[in-house]
């Protein structure tokens, strides 16, 4: 079958080499897209695609052109699946630091396992989830010791922890400072 040859002379010929290649292409992006669906309205596209082409030239084009969107859309679908789901993550932890907060019980919320929301977290993010929670409450943390002038204990608690012992031990860690001494260097920059 040369280039400009067209379809209509060698039509089984072109046709099954047209379909194992679809074939093939929809078995992997079935695979990544982990949907039902998605087979069936592959095989549709690729039967549009196929009618499209007069020549062999234009059913390698239309078929790579078939192949490129199928998998870049696969794939876009699986990144914004996990950007979704750290997203949420992200916002859920902004808004509710304050509060006695765990993995399992955000990926429940989300109906996924904790270990896989762990791991897309991290790399995400670049950080694992407690040191992401812990980034958050100290960051608030400085928001309170720099305009206020509430108590330590109430400042803990207001970033989700219930001993302010412990709270100082961890801004010093996360910090290098005492809160005491972070306020009375932050008192005077409003």
Known sequence: LSEQ????KQPQKATTYFFTIVDLANDVIFELAEDKEVKESVRKRSI???ENSRNVVDL???LCDFISDLMKNSLMKKRD???IHVQQTREYLKSHYSEKISLDSIARQMKISPAH???IFKKEIGIGFSRYLINVRMEEAKKYLRSS??????IANAVGYNDA????VLFKKETGISPGEFRRLHQFRI
Do not use: A, D, P, T
């Open 5 to 8: 040859e067209e379809i209509g």
């Open 48 to 50: 549009i695609s196929h």
């Open 60 to 62: 390698i084009n239309n």
């Open 81 to 83: 699946n996990i950007n």
């Open 117 to 119: 929301l762990s791991s």
């Open 149 to 154: 002038r509430y108590s330590l204990k109430e």
């Open 165 to 168: 012992g412990y709270f100082s």
